[in-house]
Nanobody, 128 residues
Framework: QVQLIESGGGLVQAGGSLRLACTASGRTFSRYPMGWFRQAPGKEREFVAGTRRAGPNEYYGDVADSVKGRFTIYRDDAKNSVYLQMNSLKPDDTAVYSC??????????????????WGQGTQVTVSS
């Protein structure tokens, strides 16, 4: 059974930082795109960041414009994990953050429907 387990969410003041982690079990996602999405109350799930393979042992990171310069995505294939470093957090970043993986292609997709596996999500709350 494939599982993606997120951790690292919590409550933080505006301007603070959090690091989210997502560890996969049941299969390896080495070489496959993995990413982070978020969903705030009353809003649709939106793309935050993704990684795609750029070469042997090299990945390229894509981030949404809304978090560019503040969030960084990176992964450790030896641990079958992907991480989201979030700095300079704002109240608008409050949402449930979920990691996702796709095995149906090699590029980063912005549409959640293109991802094949999902974690259960972790709550991030940023207070003003």
């Amino acid at each position: 059974q494939v599982q993606l387990i997120e951790s690292g969410g919590g409550l933080v003041q505006a301007g603070g930082s959090l690091r989210l982690a997502c560890t996969a079990s049941g299969r390896t996602f080495s070489r496959y795109p993995m990413g982070w999405f978020r969903q705030a109350p009353g809003k649709e799930r939106e793309f935050v960041a993704g990684t795609r393979r750029a070469g042997p042992n090299e990945y390229y990171g894509d981030v949404a414009d809304s978090v560019k310069g503040r969030f960084t995505i990176y992964r450790d294939d030896a641990k079958n994990s992907v991480y989201l470093q979030m700095n300079s957090l704002k109240p608008d970043d409050t949402a449930v953050y979920s990691c996702a993986a796709r095995i149906s292609g090699w590029d980063t997709k912005l549409d959640p429907k293109d991802y094949d596996y999902w974690g259960q999500g972790t709550q991030v709350t940023v207070s003003s």
